[in-house]
């Protein structure tokens, strides 16, 4: 990511956009995005969308990577999070008026290097840091407001962590585990 960062009007229109691209395809038309764009819109970007309903989850799905363009990947998550997350139906017309859009746009993961697993719990912070975790086939993300919104401290994190990836949970002790950590800019509908 470079090091600029988004900016709250930027933020907005991701998060309205979001919006207008999961209402056409709800629809059953294709979304033509006539907004003019700022750059950053088209550097790439991980990204995800959630989506909530009175503060319940509805749906999540994005680009831990960043495979696209920010804008690009936007389009792809929004939709993905209303009717294709295995955890939920998929959303209806009714249900998206009610739909609260979050959008959070990633720093590039990197390995976290420890010589030994405890260093996990001084080097990584709540609040700072989502994290990927890998063991064997298995592949886990939690985004960094997770840990806030669940009132978790860093070893509980972790813990969920490994549920997240099918792991049982102190796998991030293993010495095959692999750790990533990432920042995230999110945005909350105004």
């Not at 933020?11 to 691209?21: S, T």
């Not at 209806?92 to 008026?97: A, G, I, N, R």
């Not at 990836?165 to 800019?185: S, V």
Request: glycine fraction near 6%; aromatic fraction near 10%; proline fraction near 4%.
């Amino acid at each position: 990511m470079s090091q600029e960062k988004l900016t709250l009007d930027e933020g907005q229109l991701l998060i309205k956009i979001a919006r207008e691209n999961i209402a056409t395809y709800l629809k059953g038309s294709y979304y033509q995005c006539t907004h003019d764009l700022p750059d950053i819109f088209h550097e790439k970007l991980g990204v995800f969308v959630t989506l909530s309903i009175n503060s319940n989850l509805r749906g999540c799905i994005g680009y831990p990577e960043p495979y696209m363009e920010l804008i690009e990947g936007l389009l792809d998550v929004s939709i993905a999070a209303a009717v294709d997350d295995p955890r939920f139906n998929p959303l209806s017309l009714d249900e998206f008026d009610k739909v609260q859009i979050e959008v959070s746009v990633l720093t590039k993961p990197q390995l976290v290097l420890v010589d030994s697993y405890e260093d996990y719990l001084n080097v990584l912070k709540v609040g700072r840091d989502g994290l990927i975790i890998e063991n064997s086939y298995h592949r886990g993300l939690l985004l960094p407001q997770v840990p806030i919104e669940q009132n978790w401290d860093i070893e509980t994190f972790l813990d969920n962590l490994c549920y997240k990836a099918g792991l049982y949970a102190d796998a991030w002790k293993d010495e095959n585990t692999k750790i990533y950590n990432f920042q995230a800019q999110i945005f909350e509908e105004q």
